[in-house]
């Protein structure tokens, strides 16, 4: 069984800056990628950024690119999402997940991490 643990939440004024962490542990399996999504109330799940573990390439959504910086540690199977200039709107639960090499979703979810921008 794979165990995702989230942490770095907390509350910051806009402008302000988080760092998120996230590390799978327990059965190996092969990463294809790692991926941050967030969901705020009211609103579905929405994708954040995600990083290849071969190569390291890097994906954002626009509404985070030059904000938002997403790196990975291997030999830990972790990643970290670290976040600059927060707007109110990034207010939501950040979510981690993986995906496996051969599979096309993500899975192995954590519990999430709040993450409350005040203006």
């Known amino acids: 069984q794979v165990r995702t643990v989230e942490s770095g939440g907390g509350t910051v004024q806009a402008g302000g800056s988080l760092r998120l962490s996230c590390e799978a542990s327990?059965?190996?399996?092969?990463?294809?990628?790692m991926a941050w999504f967030r969901q705020a109330p009211g609103k579905e799940r929405e994708f954040v950024a995600s990083?290849?573990?071969?190569?390291?390439?890097?994906y954002y959504a626009e509404a985070v690119k030059g904000r938002f910086s997403i790196s990975r540690h291997r030999a830990k199977t972790a990643i970290y999402l670290q976040m600059d200039s927060l707007k109110s709107e990034d207010t939501a639960v950040y979510y981690c997940?993986?995906?496996?090499?051969?599979?096309?979703?993500?899975?192995?979810w954590g519990q999430g991490t709040q993450v409350t921008v005040s203006s």
């Open positions: 997940g993986s995906q496996r090499v051969g599979s096309d979703d993500y899975a192995y």
């Open positions: 990083i290849r573990w071969s190569g390291g390439h890097t």
């Open positions: 327990g059965r190996a399996f092969s990463v294809y990628s």
